[in-house]
């Protein structure tokens, strides 16, 4: 029988993640937004300091649906910054997923839109919308076969210690392990450590912390870490003369493109996951993982994800994003890291 995680979810919510929330800023619910208040450098004094993170996990016959304002429950890192000229701001999502997802034939390309969204409401968005062509940086529009890397080690987009970054419409959103929240499940966990659930994926399937049981089938045996199955590419990309012509360079980990999947090679799948039992599914399921090494956040469906994470969702805030990915405002690495681009 498949369990149904959504009530405990909601209590987790409630109980564990916010547990601060009635004395962080006890005034902030009913005070109007006041600039006479600040006291603190009014460059990083953003409405996220105004406002609380919401977020609510509920389910609906047999769909789970999570509403959020997307702000995060931990600390963060210093936005807007020199890599990250964003301010993060509240955002009115709605995401809606299947509860008990099924396995496609074949795994899908999840770019171009969220992969999944954590318990506390804030997106996991592991792409960037920044592309090589032959003709120079293309931002926004269609992925081409060169997309720049966000934690590659090639660039720097200004990530915090929780591996996220802020959008230009003010959406905060992770890229990798969102270590504050992974922290804050991990220090609230009465049970001894087991594999830690981080959040849901647009098709439904749950997204864990990259550590299982090493039997997956016994929730017994020791916990382990996972590790994925890419590598880097052996040699050097295509140049500019080459047919179709790239970028040129090492393998280095500046394009996603940089790595390949072995099979065998780790413990997962191509899609970053596998199946296993875990606590809050005693009798198995196929789950995501995030990595601290690539692909980080996976980057490839199992299943099928839903419509309400595509970027023309049905949130003002899905088709601001969605136009200032076209506008070319979206994460915005240097065309060429010899170069950074200037502080702004
Ligand atoms: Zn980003």
Redesign the pocket.
């Known amino acids: 029988m498949p369990l149904k995680p959504a009530a405990l979810l909601v209590a987790v919510v409630a109980g564990f993640l916010f547990p601060g929330r009635a004395s962080a800023h006890p005034h902030h619910e009913t005070d109007p937004p006041d600039s006479a208040h600040v006291e603190i450098d009014p460059q990083v004094v953003t409405s996220a300091q105004r406002v609380q993170p919401e977020v609510t996990i509920e389910t609906q016959g047999d769909r789970r649906i999570i509403t959020a304002n997307g702000l995060p429950d931990h600390a963060t890192g210093r936005f807007p910054n020199r890599h990250n000229p964003h301010a993060v701001r509240p955002q009115r999502y709605r995401f809606e997923m299947p509860l008990t997802p099924e396995r496609s034939d074949a795994p899908t390309d999840a770019r171009g839109m969220p992969f999944g969204v954590a318990i506390n409401g804030v997106p996991f968005?592991p792409g960037?919308a920044e592309n090589w062509t032959p003709h120079g940086l293309q931002r926004g529009g269609l992925p081409t076969d060169w997309t720049y890397e966000?934690l590659g080690g090639a660039v720097d987009?200004g990530?915090d210690p929780s591996n996220a970054?802020v959008?230009p419409s003010g959406a905060y959103?992770y890229?990798g392990v969102p270590h504050g929240l992974l922290q804050r499940i991990v220090a609230l966990r009465r049970a001894k450590v087991g594999p830690v659930l981080l959040g849901y994926a647009a098709d439904g399937f749950p997204i864990y912390h990259a550590e299982g049981y090493v039997d997956p089938q016994d929730a017994q045996s020791n916990v382990v870490a996972l590790r994925p199955s890419y590598r880097l590419k052996q040699g050097q990309r295509p140049d500019e003369h080459a047919d179709p012509p790239g970028p040129g360079g090492n393998h280095d980990g500046a394009f996603a493109q940089d790595y390949e999947y072995v099979e065998g090679l780790g413990d997962l799948d191509e899609c970053n996951g596998r199946f296993a039992v875990t606590p809050e599914y005693p009798e198995g399921t196929y789950h995501y993982m995030l990595t601290d090494a690539f692909p980080f956040v996976p980057r490839m469906f199992r299943g099928t994800p839903d419509d309400s994470f595509r970027r023309r969702g049905p949130g003002p805030n899905n088709g601001e994003r969605d136009r200032e990915r076209r506008n070319g405002r979206?994460?915005r690495p240097p065309p060429d890291r010899r170069q950074p681009p200037p502080p702004r």
């Open positions: 968005d960037t966000a987009l990530v970054h959008q959103h890229h979206g994460d």
